[in-house]
């Protein structure tokens, strides 16, 4: 697999700058994890964090689901990793966990994610709601969060790729 990330357009209208951003960092996370085995994926920072890349990929595919279904559209199908035993079960992998299943699991997500967003406008308001706030969002505010949300996590995820292989790269 080759990851190819296209740079956001230059001078686009609002939402198609926000949607290429937002797949310009989609994309720079799968390239991160790109040609890497399972077991280089779920190699973790150092003691005492448990972050690792493939627990990235699991945590943004929670994140995709948390913010464009249970909130966008108020339909809550529950968690893929976390419960509420551990609410960060996403980052804690093990042997059994595979790229195969993160990686698709994730980009079946982002395939809800799009259709979901496709049916709102930017100032439309989400109709459920998020733990963080009773308030609705409108779908600018969550695309400008999710693209806040995997900024960050490229950050992590450079120095993870760092330490396993040495990899650098924007």
């Known amino acids: 697999m080759t990851t190819e990330r296209r740079e956001p357009a230059q001078n686009a209208d609002e939402r198609t700058m926000l949607e290429g951003w937002l797949d310009y960092h989609r994309q720079t996370l799968a390239w ?6 399972d077991e280089q994926l779920r190699a973790t920072a150092a003691e005492p964090s448990e972050l690792s890349l493939l627990g990235l990929v699991r945590h943004m595919a929670e994140v995709e689901r948390n913010w464009f279904r249970k909130v966008l559209v108020g339909d809550d199908p529950g968690h893929i990793y976390d419960s509420e ?5 996403d980052f804690h992998t093990t042997e059994a966990d595979t790229w195969a299943e993160a990686y698709a699991t994730w980009q079946a997500e982002i395939a809800v994610a799009r259709r979901n967003a496709a049916d709102f406008g930017l100032d439309d308001l989400s109709k459920g709601r ?3 706030s009773e308030a609705p969002f409108n779908l600018r505010w969550i695309y400008t969060h999710m693209i806040e949300e995997y900024a960050r996590h490229n950050g992590h995820a450079d120095l993870l790729r760092e330490r396993i292989d040495g990899a650098t790269g924007d």
């Open 85 to 89: 035993h551990d609410e960060d079960s």
């Open 130 to 132: 998020s733990r963080f």
């Open 32 to 37: 991160k994890c790109e040609g890497l085995t």
